[in-house]
């Protein structure tokens, strides 16, 4: 076997959160038309319910979303009830890129159809348009225990959980579709990456080998340079990824991942140029929103880095990361007790964060509170010495 790395890179501030994979979401994120039971009647009148429904999936079907969505509408005035109707009408809505209202007509449908599997996907589709990567899981899982073997929901559902960190989930879901087979590149590349970023090192190396033998050139760079990354080589990663980019300039997630290895070679300009071109691509990719909120926050631009570190905390409210830049940022601003509450809650989700321990002390001594910034100040002293042990000897 190919050994890609011999160890799992430990934290830094600017912490490798990770690959996170759109996992080929361009076929899958079409919604299709929910066709239901309903039958067109023979001579149907031009105003009758379902000359009503032929009416507005012919005009979805021509393109005519707006006169499509009027025409559910209108039927849904006298056949409230109808599942297909505000189904299509949601599917409709969501095309048009009105995701609140398709999912208000989502609930609906599912008040009449609780357990449609159908319906739960869209509705989980339409969340994760809006970045609700939580609650689209939610939906996700339910239509799943219905309809397991559907590919979209799998890909979808996965895709959540690596947006959301989730990485042991995504390994639970995949695994089974990649012990089975046959081979699906989609799942192979999602999977490797959740080993990766668990540090389940032999599991990953040996999916990324399969990868390397039915992937793209682009694909197989982008893993090589993840791992590269996540083994401390940074200068190597920068290298393998550049090259990923160069074969395909929009493989999901390669800018961000770039953008981290630029910034651990201290090339700040081009970190920073690949980092917007991440969120060009994708507002919503976690990583980038962290390290350039983090970069920006870092030199100083507090102002400027706000809306992203507030953006990445908002896509993975659970991020230790996100949660010490924002943390950092008002401990910038002078707002020491929001500082302190958000310190004391990574210390105790994190407890052995050094970082936090010591911004956690400055924080106290500003607030006048010595004995409690004493105790921090030698907390940090505790971890200095564990890590000087657990450092490996020189040879």
């Given amino acids: 076997m190919f050994c890609l790395f011999a160890h799992w890179a430990g934290a830094a501030e600017y912490r490798l959160a990770g690959q996170r994979v759109l996992l080929a979401l361009a076929m899958c ?46 039927l849904l005035k006298t056949q409230p009830d109808s599942v297909p109707a505000r189904a299509n009408l949601a599917v409709a809505l969501a095309h048009e890129g009105r995701y609140d209202d398709a999912i208000v007509q989502y609930k609906e449908a599912l008040k009449l ?26 939906d996700l899982e339910r239509s799943r225990r219905k309809d397991p073997e559907n590919r979209q929901s799998l890909y979808l559902l996965a895709d959540c959980y690596l947006r959301l960190g989730k990485n042991a989930s995504a390994i639970t879901l995949l695994e089974p579709y990649y012990k089975e087979g046959p081979e699906d590149r989609a799942v192979d590349f999602a999977l490797g990456m959740a080993f990766l970023r668990e540090g389940q090192i032999p599991k990953g190396e040996a999916i990324i080998d399969r990868v390397m033998r039915n992937g793209n050139p682009g694909e197989v760079d982008l893993l ?33 991942l770039y953008g981290k290895a630029l910034i651990d070679v201290k090339d700040t300009a081009g970190a ?24 920006l926050r870092h030199d100083g631009n507090v102002a400027e880095a706000t809306p992203y570190l507030n953006k990445a905390l908002e896509l993975r409210p659970s991020s230790i990361e996100a949660q010490f830049q924002i943390a950092m940022i008002d401990l910038a601003e002078d707002r020491l007790e929001e500082a302190r509450e958000r310190f004391e809650h990574i210390e105790r989700e994190s407890p052995d964060f050094q ?24 907390i940090v002293l505790q971890l200095n010495e564990k890590a000087r042990k657990e450092q490996p000897i020189q040879k």
Avoid: C
């Fill in 113 to 138: 159809s609780p357990e449609n599997p159908a319906l739960l996907l869209n509705l989980g589709l339409a969340r994760y348009k809006q970045a609700r990567f939580d609650e689209a899981a939610t």
């Fill in 29 to 74: 994120l079409a919604s299709a038309m929910l066709h239901g039971p309903t039958a067109l009647a023979q001579g149907a009148s031009q105003g009758s319910p379902e000359e009503l429904f032929h009416r507005a999936e012919a005009a979805y079907k021509n393109g005519d979303i707006g006169r499509a969505i009027t025409l559910y509408q209108q």
């Fill in 272 to 295: 920073k140029d690949a980092l917007l071109r991440a969120l060009q691509s994708d507002p919503n990719d976690f990583d980038a929103n962290l390290y350039l909120g983090g970069m």
């Fill in 355 to 378: 970082e936090a321990h010591a911004q956690l002390a400055v924080v106290y001594a500003r607030l006048k509170r010595m004995d409690d910034s004493k105790r921090e100040r030698e």
């Fill in 224 to 256: 090589l340079g993840a791992a590269q990354l996540a083994a401390g080589d940074a200068k190597t990663a920068a290298t393998t990824l550049r090259k990923a980019l160069d074969s395909n300039p929009t493989l999901p997630g390669a800018w961000s």
